[in-house]
């Protein structure tokens, strides 16, 4: 770590952010968060959420949120589908005891008891299929910023925040994976803030948030983003980390009847949409013992007129759903550690079809997401003809199609219920 460096970066930074006028504006953020909260969370009233009053504060949470635009202020990009924020905010609504704990976080000043509190919370909620307390802490963070943005960071990941505390240097009263994740959320916060101060930065937390992500500083703590030049844009590209882990035969097929299990769920999931079903006939059988579709539901033939070397592509995919002699959606069901195989196949369907107008997922375990996020935004995917594939091609986690195919009235429901439920890699955010 270089001081000096450092210490100039501060200068450059604060030179330009205008951290008064940052500052009205998160007054204003929290203002209305705060209403909210008090007011329809908490308030022991009956009437329920809309969706667009609850958009309204996603807006504020999440860079992601429906409405928002490169310009907006927002706590940060959250990596949270539309969808669970407001099933989120229901839930909170409808479960006292557990809004009145995030409650009792949000005003806790102690750092101890504020700690454990996160603790409870997070064991409270474990039995609850939400966001709210997954293991990098960004939804209870993203809310802690919006309630208090002069004293909660803005860097919601937990990942972000050990990067930095090991980029700072900074020597930690306790061992980091043997804490429980409220003492890492408290003292990250601290640790940080302080640490940025030693440098000559105070103000409020969401300035000092955003020093972390201002790009020169960014490239020296996350040093593994690199910016190619093309002739029409500039391209943030994430170079990809070997993950070292392997994978045991027993894991290895485990992973591989999951991933049929969401292919056939895809499969049901279209076919209750009304939409016709293909399926790669290498795997059919192994779906068809997990679906049972009605007649006609599943096409024998691709009914499209695409030369050879295309049709070969498109009929390895995953799961497309079609409507009549069209493509709506096409899903790859990535289970292999590298994320490579949908991701080169996506690749390739527009490499061969640059004008084909298909909505693209990959669909992976949750705990997967960054990786499909950084190996989406190779050079190879961002440089593709058209768009780069991280503009085109959604993420789905194993659990968000789960959560959708459990859903009662899917014949009731339209293909675009999917955007509640998918996420974008996008540029790391303030």
């Known amino acids: 770590m270089n001081k000096a460096q450092i210490a100039g970066l501060v200068t450059e930074f604060v030179k330009a952010y205008d951290a008064e006028a940052k500052d009205r504006v998160w007054k204003q953020h929290s203002d209305i968060f705060r209403r909210f909260w008090s007011e329809r969370i908490l308030a022991p009233d009956t009437?329920?959420?809309?969706?667009?009053?609850?958009?309204?504060?996603?807006?504020?949470?999440?860079?992601?949120?429906k409405g928002n635009t490169k310009e907006s202020e927002a706590v940060a990009?959250?990596?949270?589908?539309?969808?669970?924020?407001?099933?989120?905010?229901?839930?909170?609504?409808?479960?006292?005891?557990?809004?009145?704990?995030?409650d009792s976080i949000f005003k806790e000043r102690d750092l101890i008891k504020k700690a454990e509190l996160i603790d409870k919370l997070y064991n409270v909620n474990e039995i609850n299929k939400n966001w709210l307390t997954g293991e990098s802490g960004n939804v209870l963070d993203a809310l802690l910023a919006?309630?208090?943005?002069?004293?909660?960071?803005?860097?919601?990941?937990?990942?972000?925040?050990?990067?930095?505390?090991?980029f700072l240097e900074?020597?930690?009263?306790?061992?980091?994976?043997h804490v429980s994740i409220g003492q890492k959320i408290v003292q990250s916060n601290s640790l940080l803030r302080e640490g940025v101060r030693n440098f000559g930065l105070d103000g409020s937390a969401r300035t000092q948030s955003c020093f972390w992500?201002?790009?020169?500083?960014?490239?020296?703590?996350?040093?593994?983003?690199?910016?190619?030049?093309?002739?029409?844009e500039v391209v943030m590209v994430s170079v990809p980390q070997d993950s070292g882990i392997g994978m045991n035969k027993e894991e290895d097929d485990h992973e591989v009847r999951e991933s049929i299990q969401i292919q056939a769920a895809l499969a049901d999931i279209g076919s209750q949409m009304g939409f016709k079903i293909w399926l790669p006939r290498a795997d059919r059988v192994r779906?068809?013992?997990?679906?049972?579709?009605?007649?006609e539901d599943l096409l024998d033939d691709l009914p499209l007129n695409f030369d050879r070397t295309l049709m070969k592509t498109i009929e390895q995919i995953d799961v497309i759903w079609l409507k009549r002699r069209s493509i709506v959606r096409a899903f790859e069901v990535e289970h292999t550690t590298s994320v490579y195989s949908g991701l080169l196949r996506m690749a390739d369907l527009l490499a061969l079809a640059p004008n084909l107008d298909i909505k693209l997922?990959?669909?992976?375990?949750?705990l997967r997401r960054e990786k499909v996020f950084s190996e989406i935004k190779r050079p190879v995917f961002s440089l593709l003809e058209g768009?780069?594939?991280s503009e085109i091609c959604s993420f789905l986690s194993y659990d968000s199609i789960s959560e959708l195919h459990e859903d009662k009235h899917l014949g009731f429901l339209r293909d675009r219920v999917l955007e509640d439920y998918e996420e974008r890699a996008e540029e790391d955010e303030d």
């Open 387 to 389: 768009h780069p594939l």
């Open 47 to 65: 009437a329920s959420l809309t969706d667009d009053e609850c958009d309204k504060i996603i807006r504020i949470l999440d860079r992601n949120g």
């Open 170 to 177: 900074l020597k930690l009263p306790f061992v980091w994976d």
């Open 361 to 366: 997922h990959i669909v992976a375990p949750i």
């Open 77 to 102: 990009r959250a990596m949270v589908p539309q969808g669970a924020w407001r099933r989120m905010f229901h839930g909170l609504k409808t479960t006292p005891e557990l809004s009145r704990l995030v």
């Open 213 to 232: 992500y201002f790009d020169p500083m960014r490239q020296l703590w996350k040093p593994n983003h690199s910016v190619i030049r093309t002739d029409k």
């Open 146 to 166: 919006a309630y208090d943005p002069v004293n909660n960071l803005t860097v919601v990941s937990l990942n972000d925040r050990k990067l930095q505390l090991d």
């Open 287 to 295: 779906v068809l013992t997990k679906w049972t579709p009605e007649p």
